[in-house]
């Protein structure tokens, strides 16, 4: 998935989302993230699976690293960008 998203970004397009869906180990799932929050920040990052536990921990764990807040329901998840408190 990594490499897919490095070839979108060298080619200058910047996509306003992003639906992560690989492996569903969390290390893969916190690099998937990680990467795609990493190359396009401005993006809103979604994906499902989020009743397997080692989804719930990867994108956590990569969204300690983004400036992304998570929403999510029994199924879905989506990272948006996180708006300060005034």
Same mark, same amino acid.
């Given at each position: 998935?990594?490499? *897919?998203?490095?070839?979108?970004? =060298?080619?200058g397009? &910047? #996509? !306003?989302?992003?639906?992560v869906? !690989?492996?569903?180990?969390?290390?893969?799932?916190?690099?998937? $993230?990680? !990467?795609? *929050?990493?190359?396009?920040?401005?993006?809103?990052?979604? !994906?499902?699976?989020?009743?397997?536990?080692? $989804?719930?921990? *990867?994108?956590?764990?990569?969204? &300690?690293?983004?400036?992304?807040?998570?929403?999510?329901?029994?199924?879905?998840?989506a990272?948006?960008?996180?708006? #300060? =408190?005034?």
């Amino acid at each position: 998935m990594l490499d *897919g998203m490095r070839i979108v970004h =060298r080619a200058g397009l &910047r #996509p !306003g989302m992003i639906y992560v869906d !690989g492996a569903h180990d969390a290390q893969s799932v916190e690099d998937d $993230v990680r !990467g795609a *929050g990493t190359l396009f920040p401005a993006a809103t990052l979604v !994906g499902d699976d989020w009743q397997r536990q080692s $989804v719930r921990e *990867g994108v956590a764990a990569a969204t &300690r690293q983004l400036a992304k807040h998570i929403t999510y329901n029994h199924k879905a998840w989506a990272l948006t960008l996180t708006i #300060p =408190r005034i």
